[in-house]
């Protein structure tokens, strides 16, 4: 039975082969041109951005405006900076640089002074803009430390397995994260690409799961999606879902107990990222002591287990 296809909001519009829609890190496989000025939020932008790339923008701004004061310096005079004489020019420009980096933290050695107004106005100034600059910097780096992440973790591979007398798509999650995750949610689309008026057209398609929520997750949960005569992958084989360029898209929404927020992950698997006639192996286990024992690297793990016949 065709199921009714929706556009979630990627678009049904379809041009060219593309790569996939959500990339292994969750993030849409969108890429975005032609800014403007008005679409530069630098604190968002600082928010989310790779943490290598937060600490090297932290560290070039730093460098570089003590550059710039480091240059004010040396152009007003160096008999202005008291203590800051020396034999080559280089060597006064580093004095220069070290005294903005002393002035801009408030760390004040001392070693070397501002002489005259026009320099100590441009060494308050510099004070100023530190303390107001080091408060963002702050703000930025607690704010990414203290974000709530679903911190989720999925099976490399989905798989077709055994199931009731025929078969079911089936991925495994698992919590990598210290804190709890309560209430969880699962939705999963399938996305094809198909032929429509001579066009080809995305199509999506809820898939209907054996059970869309749990309580708890201490320990793993697998999702499983029945394939039975009313399910969009009845009667399909790998070559289908390769020509169809199938994905199936993942949402998961939980609650976590230690902020008392929701989160959310997201996710996706490939035609070529399902492992057919497959079943996965159990991981976690009893220890000698009655306690659950839960191997992290066994979420994924698979073992072979065919299919009965249609």
Not at 154 to 170: D, K, M, N, T, W
Not at 212 to 230: A, S
Request: glycine residues 8%; neutral net charge.
């Amino acid at each position: 039975m065709d199921q009714p296809s929706f556009d979630p909001g990627l678009t049904q519009q379809y041009s060219a082969r593309l790569r996939r829609t959500i990339n292994k890190d969750g993030e849409f496989n969108v890429r975005r041109r032609g800014f403007t000025r008005r679409d530069l939020h630098a604190y968002l932008f600082l928010i989310h951005v790779r943490w290598h790339s937060f600490l090297g923008f932290m560290f070039g701004g730093f460098i570089g405006v003590n550059s710039i004061f480091a240059v004010i310096y040396a152009g007003i005079g160096i008999q202005h900076l008291h203590g800051a004489q020396a034999p080559t020019s280089w060597e006064r420009l580093l004095n220069c640089f070290f005294f903005s980096a002393h002035t801009l933290t408030t760390v004040g050695y001392g070693s070397i002074w501002p002489e005259g107004v026009l320099a100590n106005s441009i060494a308050a100034f510099e004070a100023m803009l530190g303390l107001m600059g080091f408060a963002v910097a702050t703000g930025l780096l607690v704010a990414r430390i203290s974000r709530v992440s679903a911190r989720l973790g999925f099976s490399e591979s989905a798989i077709i397995a055994p199931y009731g007398g025929g078969s079911s798509l089936q991925f495994r999650l698992v919590n990598r994260g210290l804190s709890n995750l309560m209430e969880l949610q699962a939705r999963v689309l399938l996305m094809t690409v198909e032929e429509a008026d001579g066009r080809l057209q995305r199509k999506y398609t809820g898939l209907k799961l054996e059970r869309e929520t749990v309580l708890f997750l201490p320990l793993t949960w697998t999702v499983v999606h029945p394939i039975d005569r009313d399910s969009p992958l009845y009667g399909k084989t790998a070559a289908d879902l390769e020509r169809l360029q199938a994905e199936f898209l993942i949402l998961i929404r939980a609650v976590n107990d230690t902020f008392s927020q929701s989160v959310y992950a997201r996710y996706s698997y490939r035609y070529d990222e399902i492992v057919w006639g497959a079943r996965f192996e159990p991981a976690f286990e009893v220890d000698d002591n009655g306690d659950l024992r839960l191997e992290l690297d066994k979420v994924g793990a698979v073992a072979r287990a065919p299919l009965e016949p249609a």
